[in-house]
């Protein structure tokens, strides 16, 4: 015959199927996503081969020409590389968990890049600060390193900012092992920058970031601030009720999540990010966690004339908008065409500077709606006169930022809930309806 066959296999819930003609200067190139048992079948009237996925969690690639009496096509399978590999045990381990650290090679890689001008360009370097003394003090005989210099030569690119969030993310991907930096945590790749390897820029740069660790006698260093790390998670976590927005989230949306990890430095001032992984098919995963990167809170206890529960409200707004990506977004995936019809002069809704990062209507409108959803809940959550300051500070820095509509946004959005009492996700067409006519 001069046909083939492909089944692919993922999950109970996902499978197809699909038949190619065998043709001359042909080639099929066929992906799925690579979780643990998946697998492709590809058969002809004469043989049949199964083909597993035996190198999760890292991208698999087989080539196979079929051949018939008269022609040749060249089939390509690829499985998808996973970016973490969670065993059973860390799923048990870890539901419902909140998880508030400074991970030991995540501080590192904040120092490094501290050290280099990398930081400085993303104006994300932080003050003076005692913390920032006894780094200097300890590494600045490092700063010349071939690792320091390696990284201000990449930051010279226009893609300073990837390079930047891949450096500091990617290093979760490693953990210590008798000194040594291995690559045996959970995570195996944080989606910033372009590279192609599992591990991202600090992978690729791992034999300049172990000799610098040997070198500069980093452990020792981590080791002799553990009770300021310490400190600085306790405050942490008495300023951020996560369970009680992971809680009122989930209230409002369908979507659910397992796990929050909040990783933070006192070496970030700004430049925050989510990141979610899972374990199991990516339409139906069996466990998701989240990681969240943000500052610490020492800029809030600075300030004296701030109260507590003020404090609490301001702070809990850098990790809110974070958390609430993940629900948001999935909601916004369902009204596309309507926030396009939205966001149509995105001049009007973004500075052009903004519109750098935000590129898109549905970029400008999620930006939007998940820090209106903060102001959401802070109302619902916090007394009038405390929860009127919060959201008028959340007003002023939308506004600074560069989305001038956000005020009219934010009103419209939380008058509507008051008025309607259903939750978020049943809202949403009608929420971006009453938005339509702000001018």
């Known amino acids: 015959q001069d046909t083939f066959f492909i089944k692919g296999y993922v999950s109970s819930e996902f499978e197809f199927s699909k038949s190619f003609p065998i043709r001359k200067n042909d080639t099929i190139n066929q992906g799925t996503s690579g979780v643990e048992g998946a697998f492709y079948t590809i058969w002809t009237d004469l043989d049949t081969i199964k083909i597993p996925n035996v190198?999760?969690?890292?991208?698999?690639?087989?080539?196979?020409?079929?051949?018939?009496?008269?022609?040749?096509?060249?089939?390509?399978?690829?499985?998808?590389?996973?970016?973490?590999?969670?065993?059973?045990?860390?799923?048990?381990?870890?539901?419902?968990?909140?998880?508030?650290?400074?991970?030991?090679?995540?501080?590192?890689?904040?120092?490094?890049?501290?050290?280099?001008?990398?930081?400085?360009?993303?104006?994300?370097?932080?003050?003076?600060t005692d913390y920032t003394e006894n780094i200097e003090k300890h590494f600045l005989p490092y700063k010349n390193h071939k690792l320091i210099q390696a990284l201000n030569k990449q930051c010279l690119n226009y893609k300073f900012w990837d390079i930047y969030y891949g450096f500091r993310e990617n290093s979760v991907t490693f953990e210590f092992e008798n000194n040594n930096l291995s690559y045996s945590s959970p995570y195996k790749q944080v989606n910033w920058d372009d590279s192609q390897i599992m591990g991202g820029h600090f992978r690729n740069m791992l034999y300049l970031i172990q000799d610098f660790v040997n070198v500069s006698e980093?452990?020792?260093?981590?080791?002799?601030?553990?009770?300021?790390?310490?400190?600085?998670?306790?405050?942490?976590?008495?300023?951020?009720?996560?369970?009680?927005?992971?809680?009122?989230?989930?209230?409002?949306?369908?979507?659910?999540?397992?796990?929050?990890?909040?990783?933070?430095?006192?070496?970030?001032?700004?430049?925050?990010?989510?990141?979610?992984?899972q374990k199991g098919f990516f339409k139906n995963p069996e466990f998701q966690e989240c990681i969240m990167f943000i500052n610490s809170s020492e800029w809030l206890d600075s300030n004296p004339e701030y109260s507590e529960e003020l404090k609490e409200g301001l702070m809990s707004g850098i990790v809110f908008t974070e958390i609430d990506?993940?629900?948001?977004?999935?909601?916004?995936?369902?009204?596309?065409?309507?926030?396009?019809?939205?966001?149509?002069?995105?001049?009007?809704?973004?500075?052009?500077?903004v519109q750098q990062n935000y590129s898109s209507e549905y970029a400008i409108f999620n930006e939007y709606m998940t820090h209106s959803v903060f102001c959401l809940y802070i109302s619902e959550n916090y007394p009038d006169e405390l929860a009127?300051?919060?959201?008028?500070?959340?007003?002023?820095?939308?506004?600074?930022?560069?989305?001038?509509?956000?005020?009219?946004?934010?009103?419209?959005?939380?008058?509507?809930?008051?008025?309607?009492?259903?939750?978020l996700y049943d809202s949403y067409g009608a929420?971006?309806?009453?938005?339509?006519?702000?001018n």
């Open 55 to 128: 190198n999760y969690p890292y991208e698999q690639l087989i080539k196979i020409p079929v051949v018939s009496p008269t022609d040749t096509t060249l089939c390509i399978l690829r499985f998808q590389g996973s970016t973490s590999n969670f065993s059973e045990s860390y799923v048990l381990r870890q539901k419902g968990r909140v998880i508030i650290d400074i991970p030991e090679v995540y501080e590192l890689a904040n120092i490094i890049l501290y050290l280099s001008d990398c930081s400085e360009k993303t104006n994300n370097h932080p003050s003076k």
């Open 388 to 423: 009127n300051i919060i959201i008028d500070d959340r007003i002023k820095l939308m506004e600074r930022r560069g989305f001038p509509r956000f005020k009219e946004f934010n009103k419209r959005l939380i008058e509507h809930q008051i008025n309607t009492r259903s939750n």
């Open 325 to 353: 990506h993940n629900y948001v977004n999935p909601s916004s995936d369902e009204f596309i065409e309507k926030i396009k019809l939205l966001i149509k002069q995105n001049n009007y809704w973004a500075t052009k500077e």
């Open 431 to 438: 929420i971006i309806d009453t938005m339509m006519t702000i």
């Open 218 to 277: 980093f452990r020792k260093f981590y080791k002799s601030n553990l009770s300021y790390y310490n400190d600085l998670e306790f405050r942490q976590s008495k300023l951020l009720p996560i369970g009680q927005m992971w809680k009122w989230l989930e209230n409002e949306f369908p979507q659910k999540m397992d796990t929050y990890k909040i990783y933070f430095s006192p070496l970030i001032e700004g430049s925050h990010s989510t990141q979610k992984f």
